[in-house]
Structure formats: structure tokens, C-alpha cells
């Protein structure tokens, strides 16, 4: 579909067909121009204030927090009336438009998104169409997605103003290329937003199964009616089932070690609140920390233990260890090891994942981020206790759950890495389109 040409960015060493401009080297055929002279620029208005304003709206009014961080599509919007636009005087940008922040720390996220329909906008986001019967406008959002505007944006209050937005040179390759280019990258980019669509149902799938599994057990969706429930502290539950507090069924918790973190291998690994993401650890990242011998044996994790998240935004969060290398942790997490005669590390780990277990923690915690949580406050947690092999059984449907997630995770991380190298290579002639790509570019 496509042949690579290898370019070396260097003045004396341009091969044939290109030439060196103020973008680096790019195809002879290619012109570099001004954003500004072939393009729209404007921005958005104030937001109405007011519950009037948006009261029975039926215009899409677009802000900067409805730009989707990851897939570049507008994932929300509010709904303004009549009176709202005449009040604030407020444009009408059409479908097709790319838009994207120009003031406040989001403009170093780089969202861009492409709006799917006419629409109002915020004044915090710059709004871009090509004016220009040579600049293909969906090429142009791929550029801008290239192109890092907010590099130089590192001290004060962080703003784009739209007179250096138009400055931004632009790299040109004739319309025909262009097209084909924006087709690849769309196509790449379709797969990306295909497979997070299954990330997302999987989830929620995920989340169906587990309000199934608590309440009724390992049992099919057509059986639940034959289930004997009753009523308990966190609501009902198979008749057969116990709810104790986790202080019953597990070992004496545990604060962790305080240290200072360094990235020399001076001892073991030291996990902290921040090397938990989503509920997993990527040990490659955990730093070191030095310990001695006694302490070590105190604080050094072992496969099956959970830790909770103490303080903090990611209070109650929680990670299951499983396999990890000499490693003890922090002091902002507390350490649960249960009685295995009892209860399976894996399902409590699941059920620290659900509604029944975040109802007490938000509780406990009383709506205040700094209250945190403590050991007690753990041992206290009413939890389920099903016999031991509908506990295993329960663990294993939401492993093969969380399994298929982090394998289209995967997938879409692969495409996110060849998006990337084809979005570089493209913008900047290193990667050369065949003709074939180019007809089928015109009957897209």
C-alpha cells in the first residue's frame, strides 16, 4: 500500500526529489505555507451563565472538557436555547470543523477533534477550516494532530493566540497526496475507535457481571429466579453465603515503609500510590529504595497480597500482587493479607472493585478527599463470604474478563504506535504514497 524512502535529515545529504525548507527536509513537489493564508482561525464565545440558558437547548454547545482525550471525537456537549446565542452573540461553527485548546493547562494534552455537526463553541477553544481549494481539511487535522502547539507554551498561563496559530507553517503536498494521506490515517484511526468501542462494551460487561456475581452468585442469567436470597448489610446475597467484616477473615493489616525513592538499584523495589495504574503495576517503572535486612522482611510483598490506597484522589483503590521481584511498599499504602482458609485474595480483590465495597469506603471517608482511610477502617468493611470454590469460580469469570480487556488494550496500543510512525512519516514525505493508495484515496 505504501513504500517507505528513507530520509536523512541533514543538508548535505538530501536525496533526490527533496529539498531542505524550513520544516526540514520534503519532497521537491511540496510547498511550506502559512496556516493563516489558507486557512479560517477563529475561537469560540463565553459560556452562558445560567441555568435559563441551557433549560429546554437544542443546540450543541461544545467545551474543551467534551473533547475526548484519547480518540479525538467529541464525547459530549450541553444544549443551549435561542436566547443563549443572542445574549452572548454566540457563532455558529459547521460540521467538519477542527477545533482544540487554546488557553488554560489543556492545551498540553494537544486534544484536537473534528466536530461532528454544526455547533456553538467555548472561547477557550480555536476553531480551524481550510479556505483553500488546495488544502484537503481532514489532511489539515491530521497535521495539527502532528503538529505540538504547545511546546513553547512552558512558563505563565498557558495560551495559543490565534495570531501565532496563523503563523504555523504547514507543510504541502499536492492535493491528490494529501487526500491519500488523510485515507491512510483515517483508516488506521477507524481500527483504533473500533477497538476501543469493544474496550468499553467489555467493560461494561464486566460491570453487569459483577452486580450478577454478588448478588447471586456463579449461577446463569436464566437460573437466578431458583437462587434463595436474603437480605444483609450490603444488600441481598445468596441464602447460603455469610457477610463478615474483613477483619474477621484476614491477617493483621499493615502500613508500609517510609523512604526516599531512587531510580539507582540500590535495594529492592519500592511501590508506591502512583506506580498502581488501573489496577496494575508495570515493575519496569517502580523505583528502589534502600532498606536493611530486618525491615526488608517486614515490609517485602509476597503474591497474594492486596494493597489499598490510604490518602489521597486514589483513595480505596486497590492491587492484587501476583508475581513481582523483591519489592516492598510505601507508606501511603496499607497491606491485607487473608486467611486463605476463608477467602480467596482474588475475590476480594474483584469485590474491592464494585459498588458494595466503594458504598462503604465513600462513607467512611465522608466526602472528603483528605479524610482517607485507615486500618480500621478496612477491618471494619462488611464483605461476602461464599464458600471457597464459588469464590474461585467467581475470581475466574472476572479474570477471563479482565483478560479479553487487556488484550484489546494491547491491540489498541499497537495501533496507537503505527499511527504515530505513519502520522510522523507522512507529514513530513519520509513515507511516499503509491498510486494505488492515491485512487483509492479519490473513491473514499
Known amino acids: 500500500m505504501a513504500e517507505a524512502k528513507q530520509i536523512n535529515d541533514t543538508v548535505s545529504d538530501l536525496p533526490e526529489g527533496f529539498k531542505m525548507t524550513e520544516l526540514g527536509p520534503l519532497p521537491e513537489e511540496w510547498e511550506v505555507v502559512r496556516l493563516g493564508d489558507y486557512c479560517y482561525v477563529g475561537s469560540g464565545g463565553s459560556a452562558p ?75 477557550h477553544l480555536c476553531a480551524v477550516n481550510s479556505k483553500h481549494e488546495n488544502l484537503d481539511q481532514k489532511y489539515l487535522f491530521f497535521f495539527l494532530k502532528f503538529k505540538k502547539l504547545a511546546d513553547e507554551k512552558a512558563d505563565g498561563y498557558p495560551t495559543l493566540n490565534l495570531s501565532e496559530i496563523k503563523e504555523v507553517k504547514i507543510p504541502l503536498p499536492p492535493l491528490s497526496e494529501q487526500k491519500a494521506i488523510a485515507y491512510v490515517l483515517q483508516t488506521v484511526q477507524r481500527a483504533k475507535e473500533a477497538i476501543e468501542k469493544v474496550i468499553q462494551a467489555t467493560q461494561e460487561l464486566k460491570k453487569s457481571l459483577m452486580r450478577h456475581l454478588f448478588t447471586y452468585g456463579p449461577v446463569p442469567i436464566d437460573e437466578v429466579d431458583k437462587v434463595q436470597l436474603k437480605e444483609t448489610e450490603i444488600g441481598l446475597v445468596p441464602e447460603h453465603w455469610e457477610v463478615v467484616r474483613l477483619g474477621e477473615v484476614s491477617l493483621k493489616p499493615q502500613y508500609g515503609f517510609t523512604a526516599s525513592a531512587t531510580n539507582q538499584p540500590i535495594g529492592p523495589k519500592f511501590l508506591r500510590i502512583t506506580d498502581i495504574q488501573n489496577g496494575r503495576i508495570n515493575w519496569n517503572t517502580v523505583p528502589y529504595c534502600k532498606i536493611d535486612d530486618t525491615l526488608l522482611r517486614k515490609y517485602q510483598l509476597e503474591s497474594g497480597d492486596l494493597l489499598f490506597a490510604r490518602i489521597g484522589a486514589t483513595t480505596g483503590k486497590s492491587v492484587l ?124
Open 49 to 123: 451563565q445560567g441555568e435559563k440558558y441551557f433549560n429546554g437547548g437544542k443546540y450543541p454547545f461544545v467545551r474543551v472538557q467534551h473533547i475526548d482525550n484519547e480518540m479525538d471525537v467529541i464525547k459530549n456537549y450541553d444544549l443551549v436555547t435561542d436566547e443563549a446565542i443572542k445574549d452572548y452573540n454566540l457563532k455558529l461553527f459547521k460540521k467538519g470543523t477542527i477545533i482544540f485548546p487554546k488557553s488554560g493547562a489543556s492545551i498540553y494534552l494537544e486534544k484536537r477533534a473534528i466536530l461532528p455537526f454544526d455547533a456553538y463553541i467555548v472561547s
Open 321 to 444: 500482587i501476583n508475581e513481582c521481584p523483591e519489592a516492598v511498599f510505601a507508606s501511603y499504602l496499607i497491606r491485607v493479607r487473608v486467611n486463605l482458609n476463608q477467602l480467596l485474595p482474588e475475590f476480594l480483590f474483584y469485590f474491592a472493585q464494585g459498588n458494595l465495597y466503594w458504598s462503604q469506603i465513600d462513607a467512611a471517608k465522608g466526602g472528603r478527599l483528605k479524610q482517607g482511610i485507615n486500618i480500621p477502617v478496612l477491618l471494619s468493611l462488611h464483605i461476602p463470604l461464599p464458600p471457597l470454590h464459588e469464590q474461585q469460580t467467581i475470581a475466574h469469570i472476572l479474570q477471563t474478563v479482565d483478560q479479553k480487556i487487556q488484550a484489546e488494550k494491547a491491540k489498541k496500543q499497537a495501533l496507537e504506535i503505527l499511527f504515530q510512525s505513519l502520522l510522523h512519516h507522512l507529514t513530513t514525505g519520509k513515507l511516499r504514497l503509491k498510486d494505488m493508495v492515491l485512487s483509492e484515496a479519490k473513491e473514499a
